[in-house]
């Protein structure tokens, strides 16, 4: 479950539309809050990831806030009000679900394949200036060709980051493996080793969010 939407089945409060005041917290860490939690959220919730599903602030009542309004230890999510499935939420549900079940290298793969079959639209150079803005009469397949040239290069730096920390981290790892088996290096070179590494490693997994959250707006 993507950390950038409400995990509640019909809630459509993300990080791109969410109002003032609404905010995302993530699930409990102690046995029984989560025992209490599943309790509350079962059939709410087609996948609930302990580590990343995230649940909006609309879902608890105002007595589980406390003056700075901070989620308190005892919150359990209550309010789940009634959303109406005519046909286009039952069609917007069935897509969503369908995503879900596709892992990021297969999104990254169709959403490819995909622009493959599109045409660049004719005069495009010419409807775009070199602060890469589109000029007033420039029709709306300009625009989204620009958006999605944007977009793919965003990817690919991000991608290139990804497997620049990845290398890094090998290097690190190998280096530190090196430092165990050697009598001169000290207990506190490899602990430095072990945060760098830790550093490197939490860069990556912000890096691969962030491929995340483009393939999904991509892929709309």
């Not at 699930?27 to 059939?43: F, I």
């Amino acid at each position: 479950m993507s950390q950038t939407h409400c995990a509640v089945q019909g809630c459509k409060t993300s990080i791109y539309n969410k109002q003032i005041g609404v905010y995302f917290f993530p699930c409990p860490v102690s046995h029984e809050m989560r025992d209490k939690w599943l309790h509350a959220l079962r059939n709410k919730c087609a996948v609930l990831d302990w580590t990343k599903s995230r649940i909006c602030s609309k879902h608890f009542e105002n007595k589980y806030f406390d003056s700075q309004r901070k989620l308190k230890d005892i919150a359990i999510p209550t309010l789940f009000p009634m959303v109406h499935k005519g046909p286009k939420y039952d069609n917007k549900d069935k897509i969503d679900k369908g995503l879900n079940k596709l892992t990021q290298a297969e999104l990254v793969n169709d959403i490819k394949n995909n622009l493959l079959k599109l045409k660049e639209p004719i005069n495009f150079d010419k409807m775009v200036s070199e602060d890469l803005k589109c000029r007033i009469d420039a029709p709306i397949e300009v625009q989204q060709w620009l958006l999605i040239k944007k977009q793919n290069h965003l990817n690919a730096r991000l991608l290139e980051l990804v497997a620049q920390n990845r290398r890094h981290v090998d290097i690190l790892k190998k280096n530190m493996e090196e430092s165990r088996s050697s009598k001169k290096n000290t207990g506190h070179n490899i602990e430095t080793y072990k945060y760098i590494v830790k550093c490197l490693q939490e860069k990556l997994v912000n890096l691969e969010e962030q491929i995340e959250i483009l393939t999904a707006v991509e892929s709309r």
